[in-house]
């Protein structure tokens, strides 16, 4: 099946298009009405998320209401920790998803298992499928994972956190449980990420939120292995590492054989450049830019596109778009990107 609209697999394959592609962290869900009456329906997040149907209809609620240029699955990168046996808990209205057991020493290490995607994430992988033929080749199918530093973080503090000191404390305190349970990750992640191109993605994106809480050494000791063995052995599609708060690590990012690396807006766009010549960077408006009015969005979005100028760039947020923003200010983000295509080509 032919795509109708490719700007995003072209983009990433190092063409010069007619403009960047765009498309939004966490634009399944969160600021569509239609989203919110779907979740209404139900007993919570994690029915939706399980739920094929449900999960692909909402996948492609921002491909009809907002105009982007491709679609994300909708689903959650806690997936991984659950299937490896550590199962998450979301309490609707009282608070954000954490893990009533965690992963602090050896023995809690019997209580996981390696990941057979088909068995144990069977229904994202369904929901893949179903929203691939849905899509019918109007725009391409994005997956997604959490990196295995982000999960591991998730996995030993059992919930968010400002420092993930427990998280760091293992990386220093018990280094080799640390190596086992980041190898353990990394090695569902590539399997889990393989399940989903086999399912339809067209296009990943490994999620590193939390790379930033590492300094220098620990990024280098604990992290860039395992994100290299993620780009090394994924296959299949066009991978993106989004390493949020780690921008000054750009020139070791930019050694991973991955296609595009996410750029957050602190990092400066003429930096990112420097360090990270050979990739399409992706990125990197602020949301909260999103707050203000039409004229200042647009404004900013310009400003944004001359950063990075013509060629190697995909337009998105420098991180997931807020729940509470205006869709109107989302589209007029999405309508300026698109007003700058400098030839006849995809609307």
Same mark, same amino acid.
């Given at each position: ?11 990433? /394959? ?40 449900? /999960? ?14 491709? /679609?994300?699955? &909708? ?23 954490? &893990? ?9 290490? +019997? ?12 229904? @994202? ?15 391409? $199918? ?9 999960? &591991? ?65 620990? &990024? ?7 994100? +290299? ?26 050694? $991973? ?5 996410? @750029? ?16 399409? $960077? ?6 909260? @830019? ?55 080509? @995809?609307?």
């Amino acid at each position: 099946m032919s795509l109708q609209n490719d700007l995003l697999l072209r983009a990433l /394959a190092g063409e010069q298009t007619e403009r960047p592609p765009v498309w939004l962290m966490r634009q399944a869900g969160r600021i569509l009405p239609e989203y919110r009456a779907i979740r209404s329906r139900l007993s919570g997040f994690k029915e939706l998320v399980k739920t094929p149907e449900l /999960a692909c209809e909402v996948t492609i609620q921002p491909v009809d209401l907002l105009g982007v240029d491709a /679609a994300i699955l &909708f689903s959650d990168i806690l997936v991984v920790p659950e299937a490896m046996g550590l199962p998450y808990e979301l309490i609707e209205k009282v608070g954000p998803p954490r &893990f009533p057991e965690t992963i602090g020493s050896a023995s809690d290490m +019997k209580r996981l298992h390696a990941v057979d995607p088909e068995e144990h994430l069977g229904y @994202v992988l369904e929901a893949m499928k179903m929203t691939r033929s849905a899509l019918d080749g109007r725009v391409p $199918l994005i997956g997604f994972a959490g990196a295995p530093w982000t999960i &591991f973080c998730y996995m030993v503090e059992g919930g968010g956190s400002k420092e993930w000191s427990r998280a760091r404390r293992m990386l220093r305190s018990e280094p080799a449980l640390a190596e086992d349970l980041l190898d353990r990750i990394t090695e569902a992640t590539i399997a889990y990420l393989n399940a989903q191109v086999e399912a339809g993605a067209q296009a990943l994106q490994l999620f590193d939120s939390w790379a930033g809480a590492l300094d220098a050494d620990l &990024f280098e000791r604990y992290t860039m292995p395992r994100l +290299k063995r993620i780009c090394d052995e994924v296959k299949g599609a066009p991978l993106i590492v989004f390493a949020k708060g780690a921008g000054w690590q750009m020139d070791r990012l930019a050694t $991973l054989s991955c296609q595009g690396l996410g @750029v957050d807006w602190h990092m400066p766009v003429s930096e990112a450049r420097m360090r990270a010549p050979h990739h399409v $960077l992706q990125g990197n408006l602020d949301p909260s @830019v999103l707050y203000g009015t039409e004229a200042e969005v647009r404004a900013a979005t310009q400003r944004m596109l001359s950063d990075f100028g013509r060629g190697m760039h995909v337009a998105n947020l420098g991180h997931g778009v807020y729940p509470d923003i205006n869709p109107d200010r989302v589209r007029a983000f999405i309508d300026e990107v698109k007003q700058n295509a400098h030839s006849e080509g @995809v609307n």
